[in-house]
């Protein structure tokens, strides 16, 4: 099982970046999907999320700017992210979960860094 985040990197203050999240070893199908970020000294945050049925969150700070979406076929998610600010600077996570009573599934990816530059 593994989830491997990619599309990390440097980009200017206003440019675009795409991440993507590939999923291995499951199918991302049923489970929840979230894209996390930490920023150094900083407490892991929500940045988005898409739940088994499609729907969407934001965190406040990424709304308008931000989308999530998901690729059963691919088992990948997507994450594009849109007029990027120095404050987007951070590791971005993927996460998967999904509970089926009693069992609960939490995977997690090592993590890409995005550094935006003003």
């Known amino acids: 099982v593994q989830l491997v985040e990619s599309g990390g990197g440097l980009a200017q203050a206003g440019a675009s970046l795409e991440l993507s999240c590939a999923a291995s070893g499951f199918a991302i199908e049923p489970f929840d999907m979230y894209w996390y970020r930490q920023a150094p000294g900083t407490r892991r945050e929500l940045v988005a999320s898409i739940s088994a049925g499609g729907k969407t969150n934001y965190g406040d700070s990424v709304k308008g700017r931000f989308t999530i979406s998901r690729d059963n076929a691919k088992n990948t998610v997507p994450l594009q992210m849109n007029n990027l600010k120095p404050d987007d600077t951070a590791t971005y996570y993927c996460?998967?979960?999904?509970?089926?009573?009693?069992?609960?599934?939490?995977?997690w990816g090592e993590g890409t860094q995005i550094t935006v530059s003003s």
């Open positions: 996460n998967a979960k999904r509970t089926t009573f009693p069992k609960e599934y939490d995977y």
